[in-house]
């Protein structure tokens, strides 16, 4: 059985990474496309990572050795559920601040925690 705190190790640095990218591409997305609100930047960047994200996590952070399609469906609907309380956060957040990039950044290290946690004890929990 793989252990939760090496694998918390691991989310870290991953999930700075992930999430920077992530930030990065609405960075982009927000100041090249400009659209009527911040959260379809955030939408857009959120479906883009997620094949990425998935990868990522499986090989590096929770090495796992499942089967990956179901681990995908899983994956697929956390992350979903992220991005929607990420969405209704970064909403929230934007009525308060009126810095879309803030805004996001914060919703961000909200959401990611309980990712992290979800994705360790369902997603990717091991069956031995």
């Not at 929230?92 to 360790?120: D, E, K, M, R």
């Amino acid at each position: 059985m793989r252990s939760k705190f090496e694998s918390s190790k691991r989310y870290v640095p991953t999930s700075l990474f992930v999430n920077f990218f992530g930030y990065v591409t609405f960075c982009l997305i927000q100041f090249f496309l400009s659209p009527p609100a911040p959260v379809i930047s955030f939408l857009i960047s959120a479906l883009l990572m997620l094949p990425i994200s998935f990868l990522i996590n499986r090989k590096w952070v929770f090495r796992s050795r499942e089967v990956a399609r179901l681990q995908f469906i899983k994956f697929s609907g956390t992350y979903s559920g992220a991005i929607a309380s990420g969405a209704l956060i970064l909403t929230v957040l934007n009525a308060v601040l009126p810095n879309p990039y803030l805004a996001q950044l914060t919703s961000t290290l909200l959401v990611g925690g309980t990712t992290f946690i979800i994705h360790s004890f369902w997603t990717f929990e091991s069956r031995n």
